[in-house]
């Protein structure tokens, strides 16, 4: 079936490659960040309009829009051997505030007033208002890069060294700092968590599939779990756009 797609850009988008992994382009409701080089674009599907935002920095490398704020991390000067810096900007205000350096970036997120943001594989909130960061403590292992939704951050934590797959997941409340453990079956990487659901790839300790093609949709809250699965000839590279 033939698809129409709307032309956003009318040149390629200048990206350090060597840097940036994942978060290249950031989608909230009806709009969509992006950058090339320096500059921050902000396309709303509705008007059809851009708005563009000149960084500080001389390269931006990771975006996460919400709402009205922009997070973004961006190097400052190519000649000088610093971390890049966590940059946050208000769509309201129009202003760039600079809230530290990140070395080894890591993931963006916002929940609220409040910036979530991985640097050397620990993951760290800080607090708009009260200008405070925290980190969050797990076991030195593996942590996956985490997934927001509102007030709840959720992670996985590797198992311990010796053993394969992940141990657990550990479900954040951003609002009033708890946490709690679960352990769904084949706990794998998550991918992304809405409201009492996180959805993430299999990892089965027993059965291990390379190709990563199983899939599961589970209830944080009531443990209730759909499994869905892309097609048995399916690819690591094929299986998450078969299932979404």
Not at 150 to 178: F, H, M, Q, R, W
Not at 203 to 222: A, E, G, M, V
Request: charged fraction near 25%; aromatic fraction near 10%; hydrophobic fraction near 35%.
């Amino acid at each position: 079936k033939d698809s129409k797609f709307d032309k956003i850009t009318d040149n390629p988008l200048q990206l350090d490659i060597d840097e940036t992994i994942d978060q290249s382009i950031a989608l909230d409701t009806n709009r969509l960040a992006y950058y090339s080089e320096n500059v921050l674009y902000i396309y709303d599907f509705d008007t059809n309009t851009t708005e563009t935002i000149v960084s500080p920095g001389v390269q931006v490398r990771r975006i996460f829009l919400k709402q009205n704020l922009l997070a973004y991390v961006a190097l400052m000067d190519p000649y000088i051997d610093e971390a890049p810096k966590l940059i946050v900007y208000d769509l309201i205000n129009k202003t760039h505030t600079q809230i530290g350096s990140i070395r080894n970036l890591g993931f963006l997120g916002i929940s609220g007033n409040k910036i979530i943001y991985g640097s050397s594989g620990s993951i760290f909130i800080h607090d708009l208002l009260t200008n405070r960061t925290d980190k969050i403590e797990e076991p030195p292992r593996m942590v996956f890069l985490p997934a927001v939704d509102n007030d709840l951050l959720a992670i996985s934590i590797s198992s311990p060294i010796g053993e394969s797959c992940y141990e657990k997941a550990v479900i954040y409340n951003l609002s009033d700092g708890t946490k709690r453990d679960i352990v769904p079956p084949d706990i794998g990487p998550i991918l992304d968590i809405k409201e009492n659901k996180i959805l993430y790839v299999a990892c089965s300790k027993t059965d291990f599939d390379y190709f990563w093609r199983k899939f599961y949709l589970y209830d944080i809250n009531t443990g209730e779990y759909k499994v869905l699965s892309a097609p048995s000839d399916a690819t690591d590279s094929q299986s998450l756009n078969n299932v979404m």
